[in-house]
């Protein structure tokens, strides 16, 4: 089995910063691409950015330019450094990671449990 756990959320003023991880540990045999995701109260969970193995990163569009993503291969952690925090930023966070568990086995994708991050004055 593979477990994601996020930490790094709180609360933080407009124009702050944050930083979220996200530790995948378990039976790991790779890991494919990592994602960011949020859902705010009353809508659905979108995609804040992802990123492959080799570093390749998509983001969306509204939090292009103030937002990064990045990974440790080495320790199975993906990164979320969310700078010029707003209030719409209000969401819970959650990990995504695309796993194979053995040598040929199937690819299956883990979800976090969430980290709450809640920007407000």
Do not use: H
């Not at 809508?43 to 080799?54: F, K, M, N, T, W």
């Not at 209000?90 to 086995?105: D, F, I, K, M």
């Amino acid at each position: 089995q593979v477990q994601l756990v996020e930490s790094g959320g709180g609360s933080v003023q407009p124009g702050g910063s944050l930083r979220l991880s996200c530790a995948a540990s378990g039976s790991i045999f790779s890991i494919y691409a990592m994602a960011w995701f949020r859902q705010a109260p009353g809508r659905q969970r979108e995609l804040v950015g992802d990123i492959s193995p080799g570093g390749t990163i998509n983001y969306s569009d509204s939090v292009k330019g103030r937002f990064t993503i990045s990974r440790d291969n080495a320790k199975n952690t993906a990164y979320l450094q969310m700078n010029s925090l707003k209030v719409d930023d209000t969401a819970v966070y959650y990990c995504y990671a695309n796993v194979r568990v053995e040598e040929g086995g199937l690819v299956s994708n883990y979800w976090g449990q969430g980290t709450q991050v809640t920007v407000s004055s």
